[in-house]
């Protein structure tokens, strides 16, 4: 499957901004889901995932309340809702894919391989 992700920007403190990830060669369904991010000298981090069905979502602790994911896989798309953005939310976002099973969820979504990745989107939050 190929990934690409779009949506990101400049944004004030207490903004909002809504990323995308486009998905084509193989089933969207077939794959859970993620939404990792990198900022400048850190190590890339897990923000977000959800199950194949959409029906698990699980988020890292930094973004819960404030980011939201989801999916349409009827059009391949997966999208980060992500709002109250802080100035430590700047980095690039990434989307990426796992070919799980139809059972994995919660906790477990953050602990996938994701052998898929996305060429990444740049979100900066000024302050």
């Known amino acids: 499957v190929q990934l690409q992700a779009s949506g990101g920007g400049l944004v004030q403190a207490g903004g909002s901004l809504r990323l995308s990830c486009a998905a084509s060669g193989r089933t969207l369904s077939n794959y859970a889901m993620g939404w990792f991010r990198q900022a400048p000298g850190k190590e890339r981090e897990f923000v977000a995932a959800?199950?194949?069905?959409?029906?698990?979502?699980y988020y890292a602790d930094s973004v819960k309340g404030r980011f939201t994911i989801s999916r349409d896989n009827a059009k391949s798309a997966v999208s980060l809702q992500m709002n109250s953005l802080k100035p430590e939310d700047t980095a690039v976002y990434y989307c990426?894919?796992?070919?799980?099973?139809?059972?994995?969820?919660?906790?477990?979504?953050?602990?996938?391989?994701?052998?898929?990745w996305g060429q990444g989107t740049q979100v900066t939050v000024s302050s």
């Open positions: 959800i199950n194949r069905s959409g029906g698990s979502k």
């Open positions: 990426a894919a796992d070919r799980t099973t139809w059972f994995t969820s919660g906790r477990d979504l953050e602990d996938l391989r994701y052998d898929y």
